[in-house]
């Protein structure tokens, strides 16, 4: 049988992204593939039905990772995407507003259709230390990812989006 309908793409430096992106797995259930950026190929995209991007933002834009997998697979899935299912959850240590934009941005040019409002958990990380540590994401926000997981999963086996 093929993949689950879900691809769940996902980049992390302190774990933030990475907790956000397993709790949202957790929610999906057998209905998503949790894929980390780095191995997304352009048929990973294609087999699926919709995606949930997550990453952290580094410097007011996304991780060189997860923008090297949307270079590496931008083009080759360019007009075979059209209509599908999209969200995202940004870890951020201030606003999060830059890589949100860039991801939106890449996923108008593939007229993907954005299903939910964007999800960004700040960890308010304003020092180099505090930064670069391994971070705890409060039960609040993994709930939250664990639901849009669960609604995304729901809405793409339902034919609802």
């Known amino acids: 049988m093929g993949h689950p309908p879900l691809l769940i793409a996902w980049h992390s430096r302190t ?48 991780s060189g990772m997860m923008k090297e997998m949307f270079d590496r697979c931008y083009y080759p899935v360019l007009g075979k995407l059209e209509g599908r299912a999209y969200a995202t959850i940004i870890a951020a240590g201030s606003d999060g507003e830059g890589a949100q934009n860039q991801i939106d941005r890449i996923a108008k040019g593939w007229r993907l259709k954005r299903v939910a409002e964007p999800m960004i958990v700040n960890t308010q990380a304003q020092t180099p230390e505090a930064i670069l540590a391994d971070k705890t994401v409060p039960e609040d926000r993994l709930a939250e990812a664990r639901k849009l997981g669960e609604a995304l999963a729901e809405g793409l086996s339902a034919g609802i989006f």
């Open 15 to 62: 774990r933030t992204a990475q907790a956000l992106a397993d709790a949202a797995a957790q929610g999906a259930g057998k209905h998503a593939r949790l894929l980390d950026a780095e191995r997304v190929a352009p048929g990973d995209l294609l087999a699926a039905q919709g995606y949930l991007f997550v990453c952290p933002e580094n410097l007011a834009t996304m």
